[in-house]
T-cell receptor, first 113, second 114 residues
Framework: GDSVTQMEGPVTLSEEAFLTINCTYT??????LFWYVQYPGEGLQLLLK?????DKGSNKGFEATYRKETTSFHLEKGSVQVSDSAVYFC????????????FGAGTTVTVRA | KAGVTQTPRYLIKTRGQQVTLSCSPI?????VSWYQQTPGQGLQFLFE???????NKGNFPGRFSGRQFSNSRSEMNVSTLELGDSALYLC?????????????FGEGSRLTVL
């Protein structure tokens, strides 16, 4: 079945550091890929998405490129801020598969001032 | 535009009781999905409703049930509560279905079972 594997946390960084969160996927069809973010005490919010191979999603300084050859969708940000402290979820939707949205386990990121 | 509203935000129950949680989706959204979030298991999909019909279901026991009304509002019910049911229950709405991947989440209902 469809699944998403993302790097385990927690990740602790200093402000202005570079952030990478790895995400790889397994899918039977033609998946769309997503990153969601959950700030403390809130529900999840869609951060960015990519619907086909080589697409790059971007938002709020975050980027992720859909790499079909490596089945990956790594999240990156060049200079993090304290306000980026949150839990980040990689997710996959496979319309050629089971029509569900599958989430990874989540990676907790803490940015220190 | 109002977001997804979940009620109650917090509740405490004892083992064996039942609980009903409510979710009002964004106006115009026909799909409502429910998730259980715990520190150990992460986000687990419970079920999705679309136009009053259950469209997808996760791997939860029959104690977990849901329904959707004609105005797209949804409720989920957990009967015979167990300690392990303590969790944050998240509702998410979507215009046309969770398979689009574009979900709008509420802030959740935090259930504590004693």
């Amino acid at each position: 079945g469809d699944s998403v594997t993302q790097m385990e946390g927690p990740v602790t960084l200093s402000e202005e550091a570079f952030l990478t969160i790895n995400c790889t996927y397994t899918a039977t069809g033609y998946p769309s890929l997503f990153w969601y973010v959950q700030y403390p005490g809130e529900g999840l919010q869609l951060l960015l998405k990519a619907t086909k191979a080589d697409d790059k999603g971007s938002n709020k300084g975050f980027e992720a490129t859909y790499r079909k050859e490596t089945t990956s969708f790594h999240l990156e940000k060049g200079s993090v801020q304290v306000s980026d402290s949150a839990v980040y979820f990689c997710a996959l939707s496979d319309r050629g598969g089971d029509y569900k949205l599958s989430f990874g386990a989540g990676t907790t990121v803490t940015v220190r001032a | 535009k109002a977001g997804v509203t979940q009620t109650p935000r917090y509740l405490i129950k004892t083992r064996g009781q039942q609980v009903t949680l409510s979710c009002s989706p964004i106006s115009g959204h026909r799909s409502v999905s429910w998730y259980q979030q715990t520190p150990g298991q992460g986000l687990q999909f419970l079920f999705e409703y679309f136009s009053e019909t259950q469209r997808n279901k996760g791997n939860f026991p029959g104690r977990f049930s849901g329904r959707q009304f004609s105005n797209s509002r949804s409720e989920m019910n957990v009967s015979t509560l167990e300690l392990g049911d303590s969790a944050l229950y998240l509702c998410a709405s979507s215009l046309s279905g969770q398979d689009t991947g574009e979900l709008f989440f509420g802030e959740g209902s935090r259930l504590t079972v004693l």
